[in-house]
């Protein structure tokens, strides 16, 4: 497998006021910026795959981080994202440990007006968001869309091709569309079991 770290992105990235942590792996050409009034915040030993080499799974594109009005994003430490988009009007928090799988859209607004007459023209204050927050340790399988107001529990995974519209509870899995709980699994580094 082919993998190119690029370095040239990273002058561009700090400029741009990202605060961008230590040790992180950029393979290709992602996308990451920040309009004035908005923050993004990426952890250390984060790997960001944007080169169709880097996973063989098949990157449909590069990856996006993109933090639009007043929006947040806070990456955790040592989180995998593969050709996906990250773009906040509200915010957006990624904890440690989670990788995010090929071609996946994380979205915490509507991006356009719902209600025709707000939307010709475009009102931008008209748009809906709400935070979504996934937790640490989660896998969020390819090609999946995370939408405003989620909140995806410690540990949970979410099956590929999924749309998640409600929360997901701690160490469960969820899938389909729309997304539903199927199984829960045991937390090993706590006494708890959960019933499937």
């Known amino acids: 497998m082919f ?39 990426i952890g250390n030993g984060c790997i960001i795959r944007s080169n ?5 799974l098949g990157l449909y594109q590069r990856t996006i981080i993109i933090a639009k009005h007043n929006g947040k994003i806070k990456i955790g430490d040592n989180v995998g994202i593969s050709g996906s988009t990250v773009y906040a009007w509200n915010s957006i928090t990624i904890g440690d440990r989670t990788m995010i799988g090929a071609n996946c859209k994380i979205l915490d ?29 989660c896998f969020i399988g390819c090609n999946c869309l995370i939408l ?14 999924s749309v998640v519209t409600k929360d997901v509870p701690a ?18 580094n706590s006494n708890n079991s959960f019933l499937s």
Do not use: M
Not at 171 to 188: D, E, L, M, Q, W
């Open 3 to 41: 993998k190119f770290n690029t370095y040239l992105t990273r002058p561009f990235i700090k400029l741009n006021g990202v605060k961008f942590g230590d040790n992180n792996q950029l393979i290709g050409w992602p996308f990451i910026f920040r309009f004035p009034k908005a923050s993004i915040e």
């Open 52 to 56: 169709f080499w880097s996973n063989l």
């Open 109 to 137: 607004s509507d991006l356009h007006p719902l209600d025709p007459a707000d939307r010709n023209p475009d009102n931008p204050e008209a748009v809906k968001t709400a935070p979504i927050n996934i937790g640490p340790d």
């Open 148 to 161: 405003k107001g989620v909140t995806i529990g410690e540990g949970a995974v979410i099956g590929a091709g």
């Open 171 to 188: 160490f469960s899995t969820a899938a389909g569309n729309p997304a539903r709980i199927v199984s829960y699994c045991h937390n090993k």
